[in-house]
């Protein structure tokens, strides 16, 4: 098998890892979407949702920003169109060696990944909505580092963040 099919499908299996920790961690009265509408995983209790995008890179040396700018931009599109309450929050679930914890965006980030010039991405950054709060954004998104693969399928909801 070529080396991009194996990441690409153990990229499935990590999402698959994801939404089953999701569904474990889950509260009472919680409604999980899977390939919900806004994101991988969307998680709705009566006064928050939760939309969780996956992304695993085990083929990168160490995390840099532009292997996320993509996902970024599809959140803070669906954020600027739907920035009123219902509240959402925004977690960015990746895995990239040597990586561990969670991390937020700083404004000056957010503004490179902005200022962005892929032809594809300028797209997304087009569609946002006009005077979208940044900072409002940012405080409601966050970077999560999560497990290999393999130690995510060994035990799938003992490394996860609670919700």
Do not use: W
């Not at 961690?25 to 939760?50: C, F, M, Q, R, Y």
């Not at 969780?52 to 959140?75: D, N, R, S, W």
């Not at 509240?87 to 991390?103: D, E, I, T, W």
Request: net charge negative; with cysteine; aromatic share 10%.
């Amino acid at each position: 098998m070529a080396r991009t099919a194996e990441y690409s499908i153990k990229g499935y299996v990590y999402q698959f890892l994801r939404y089953l920790s999701e569904i474990l961690e889950a509260t009472d009265g919680s409604t999980i979407t899977i390939e919900g509408a806004i994101e991988d995983i969307d998680v709705t209790t009566p006064d928050l949702t939760t939309a969780v995008q996956c992304k695993y890179h085990e083929q990168a040396e160490k995390f840099t920003l532009g292997k996320v700018y993509k996902p970024i931009l599809l959140m803070l599109e669906h954020f600027s169109h739907h920035s009123a309450p219902p509240k959402v929050h925004y977690r960015l679930f990746c895995y990239f060696p040597g990586s561990s914890g969670s991390q937020s965006l700083t404004r000056t980030e957010l503004e490179t990944v902005l200022a962005t010039n892929s032809v594809p991405l300028k797209a997304i950054v087009a569609r946002l909505a006009h005077g979208a709060d940044l900072d409002l954004f940012l405080s409601r998104f966050s970077i999560e580092f999560g497990p290999t693969c393999e130690a995510l399928q060994c035990s799938p909801s003992a490394p996860m963040a609670q919700i």
